[in-house]
């Protein structure tokens, strides 16, 4: 036997089965010339055995045998689910019509005669083992197919369910928008200018909301296309944080919400600038909406262990409960409630900030607290990006 194909797992492996040591010489003889791998077995009870133990790609099977003739062996074969695909080329003295038809009928895959002709054998082997190795491309195929057919399945089902979510948070502020212009319509000279302002001011607050939420649903369609550009870089980390809460200052102002920033001056880390100065602006904001008025944000960086780091961002808000915390980051399901002040939410924003950071390389969790279970209510959202460059 030629070692060097005993243990090459590319290489088809045949197992012969004869109780005469001179045919399961001579046949392992032409098909080792051929390159393949050879197993030799003397009774029908040894090849099921070798067969469980390595499966076989083709079996070249006696049938006038001892104990078990090839017929039983056969029918054993094909009644396991782990070998029943296994091709089985029959080779017998026995040259009656009725013999090869119950050979055949038996599970045999072909039927050669004895003396056999060392040509025919590697021809017809040749050919059973192309069959085979076919088949179990399409097999593979086939199954990857069907996973692929229901991943697409359930995403689309996710995706509509998304967009039945939109589309209902949409139509609540633009109703609201659609009243207040209704109202400064009809009854316009009616209004005083006190009146006229608190709706204009409504009008304003629910025209930025509406703003926030279509610029989050078109980022979203851009990432989903693969169009937003990821082109990360070293930044320095506090920077980058007091930039990203420029745009949140007057948000929080209002509510006479405290933003603390602890984040070490020297501190950088490998990023996107825009898809970072995004999750940060989407978590603060989150954090703005569900704090009541006079509570406290914190931003804090630090080093981990694993070479990243991590950014948290806590709020004394109003928490949220575990079932809550169990459905963020699913597109499948409706996490959007109003803030503290009836400010619009939709949970669009997490979606974003999941994409975001996993594409940089890291992961986003949150720990919360429900308003009224502990003194140290409130979220804290985790996230992590890259020291250096990965």
């Avoid at 499966?55 to 104990?67: C, E, G, N, R, Y």
Wanted: proline share 4%.
């Amino acid at each position: 036997m030629k070692n060097d194909t005993q243990s090459n797992p590319s290489i088809p492996n045949i197992l012969i089965v004869d109780d005469v040591p001179a045919n399961l010489n001579v046949l392992g003889n032409i098909l080792e010339e051929e390159g393949y791998k050879v197993r030799p077995v003397l009774s029908g009870l040894m090849a099921l055995q070798v067969s469980e133990k390595e499966k076989p790609d083709l079996i070249l099977l006696d049938i006038m045998m001892p104990d078990m003739d090839g017929f039983e062996v056969c029918r054993m074969i094909k009644e396991n689910n782990n070998l029943n695909d296994v091709p089985i080329i029959f080779i017998s003295a026995l040259n009656d019509s009725n013999d090869i038809v119950k050979a055949l009928t038996s599970g045999g895959a072909d039927y050669i005669t004895k003396p056999f002709r060392a040509e025919e054998v590697k021809a017809r082997v040749a050919t059973h083992l192309k069959i085979y190795q076919q088949r179990k491309v399409l097999q593979e195929q086939s199954f990857e197919l069907r996973e692929q057919s229901e991943e697409l399945r359930e995403l689309n089902a996710s995706k509509d369910k998304f967009f039945s979510i939109i589309a209902h948070d949409l139509r609540g502020p633009f109703n609201g928008f659609l009243g207040l212009t209704q109202i400064m319509a009809e009854d316009l000279p009616n209004l005083t200018m006190i009146e006229i302002q608190e709706i204009a001011v409504n009008m304003r607050d629910s025209a930025a909301n509406l703003f926030r939420l279509l610029e989050n649903l078109l980022q979203w369609a851009r990432i989903q296309r693969g169009l937003i550009p990821f082109d990360p870089e070293v930044l320095e980390a506090l920077p980058i944080v007091r930039e990203s809460l420029e745009m949140l200052y007057q948000s929080a102002k209002r509510k006479g919400i405290e933003i603390e920033v602890n984040v070490p001056v020297c501190l950088t880390f490998f990023a996107d600038r825009n898809l970072l100065q995004t999750v940060i602006r989407n978590l603060v904001s989150n954090a703005i909406k569900f704090t009541n008025k006079g509570g406290k944000i914190n931003i804090s960086a630090k080093v981990t262990n694993d070479k990243n780091v991590e950014i948290a961002i806590k709020d004394t808000g109003i928490g949220m409960s575990p079932e809550l915390v169990e459905q963020l980051f699913r597109i499948d399901v409706q996490t959007g409630r109003k803030g503290t002040d009836d400010e619009l939410s939709t949970g669009l924003g997490l979606l974003l900030c999941k994409e975001f950071v996993e594409r940089s390389g890291g992961k986003i969790w949150v720990k919360s607290i429900p308003e009224n279970e502990s003194s140290e209510n409130g979220s804290t959202f985790y996230f992590t990006v890259p020291l250096e460059k990965w």
